[in-house]
């Protein structure tokens, strides 16, 4: 019962860091930032939040800067409107699983012959 319990949590928090990034924070370092997924810990001491960054290398140290600076004010958001006994502290952690999956891709494509009628043997 407890995994049920810790996986509505975890989609709880992560709904709600998603709302407070779009609507609160108003940092313009903030770029296209997407909660990907939160890990909580068994005890709800630690959330681990994954997020992703749209843009360049650039971007996400800027978004990530933005992220460190607002997480007081996240985790105090969270406090407040989380009926939860403990408020988990938060690390923000890079997902780089879309950027990854993309770059997989495009190198799949780039195996397949074009100019190969489909069905023939070369």
Known sequence: MQ???LERVNQLIK???SAVLQRQVKDPRLGFVTVTEVDTTAD???S??????LGPEEQWAKSFKALESARGFVWN???KHLDLRVTPQLA??????????????SLLAGLRPDDAPAGSDE
């Open 3 to 5: 995994g049920k319990r």
């Open 15 to 17: 709904e709600e860091i």
């Open 44 to 46: 709800l001491k630690l």
């Open 48 to 53: 681990r939040v994954y997020v992703s960054v």
């Open 77 to 79: 958001w969270l406090r």
């Open 92 to 105: 923000f952690r890079p997902d780089r699983s879309m950027e990854h999956a993309a770059h997989i891709q």
